[in-house]
């Protein structure tokens, strides 16, 4: 006797009824990658906020304590590999169902999995700007003039903390070197958008432009407490479009949801494999 054949879901109905999604993808979308997030289910926050802007430009010490968590936390982040989450919605786009994906991510796990239309709304870490004169150089390059100006740094090992970060809590980072600029002795920066820093205006109006054009919107693995990216479930309900969300506690966005599906992203996606 033949097996009956599996129901499907309401995320798999949800695809299935519309051609042009508009996706959004946060931290639970890399989590099973071994990146950590940053909140917990009830959307606060896990662990001290990220850098600040302001604070990074303007304070030396700052950029000590960043520069020297990330050289012990870009190891890991550097090897980190897509997971069924990334490849269930390159698997969406190849089936000419994603118009776009915006990712709030800076992991570019979603480009290595093979997606195409991604726009990487907070930046990529895997690339610095020097904040004087804008040259970009390669962060594995950066990473290795860290090392030689710190070897003692290297011996170190701390627990991962999200975006490359690691928890160095307990360390004195005033002897810690961060190399200049090469071409203008300029400040280094990860070529990322920090809290108290803004989206760039073209990245903002590209996607909006994508979005106008989707039929829904999808959303996965995201809280959506930065703005930056609730501001695209706003404009999508004021379209009147369905949104569908993927993720574990609650969102900012509850009240505009069409559907929403409590459960990893790998295994609530498995359906695209």
Known sequence: MANAPLASSPLQDFVGRHEKLFVLTGAGCSTNSGIPDYRDSNGNWKRTQP????????????????????????????????????????????????GMLLTQNVDRLHQSAGHRQVIDLHGRLDLVRCMGCGRKTPRDEFQHALGRANAAWLTLDAADAPDGDADLEHEEFSSFQVPPCEACGGILKPDVVFFGENVPRDIVATAQDHLAQADAMLIVGSSLMVYSGFRFVQ???????????????????????????EERCEAALAFLL
């Open 235 to 261: 404009a999508a309900a004021q379209r009147n479009i369905p949104i569908a969300a993927v993720n574990l506690g609650r969102t900012r966005a509850d009240d505009l949801l069409t559907l929403k599906v």
């Open 51 to 98: 850098v600040n802007f302001q604070s990074f430009m303007s304070d030396e010490h700052t950029r000590r304590r960043y520069w020297a968590r990330s050289l012990i936390g870009w190891r890991r982040f550097g090897q980190a590999r897509p997971n069924d989450a990334h490849r269930a919605l390159a698997r969406l786009e190849a089936n000419g169902r994603c």
